[in-house]
């Protein structure tokens, strides 16, 4: 009964940024991590960022030092802010969540809940 709703996807220009939000209802226990996937048709979902109730942050290496993910734990949502936007971040970007594993573990090993997704379409 655990809902994610996903809002902020767009069309930008590559250099751009863009903010995703997710807030997720119907949560009757805990979310110890939120967190964000993205995947492109044909390919594998990947794992972008991931963050846990006890504040710690894990990234997809090649991401860390552009994408800043934040959250609220009491209010059960989850931002992401996506900077100096490339090409070839064009993906359907999904909100997720998993009631115990921590940050990396939720990241690396999967996730409970997932959003519908929003479309992030970047153009050179």
């Known amino acids: 009964q655990v809902v994610l709703v996903e809002t902020g996807g767009g069309s930008v220009q590559a250099g751009e940024s863009l903010r995703l939000s997710c807030t997720a209802s119907?949560?009757?226990?805990?979310?110890?991590?939120m967190g964000w996937f993205r995947q492109v048709p044909g390919k594998e979902r990947e794992g972008v960022a991931a963050?846990?109730?006890?504040?710690?942050?894990s990234y997809a290496g090649s991401l860390k030092d552009r994408f800043t993910i934040s959250r609220d734990t009491a209010k059960n949502t989850v931002d992401l802010q996506m900077n100096y936007l490339t090409v070839d971040d064009t993906a359907m970007y999904y909100c997720?969540?998993?009631?115990?594993?921590?940050?990396?573990?939720?990241?690396?090993?999967?996730?409970?809940?997932w959003g519908k997704g929003t479309l992030v379409t970047i153009s050179s």
């Open positions: 997720a969540a998993h009631p115990s594993r921590d940050a990396y573990d939720s990241l690396y090993y999967g996730m409970d809940y």
């Open positions: 963050m846990d109730s006890g504040g710690s942050r």
């Open positions: 119907g949560v009757t226990g805990r979310l110890d991590s």
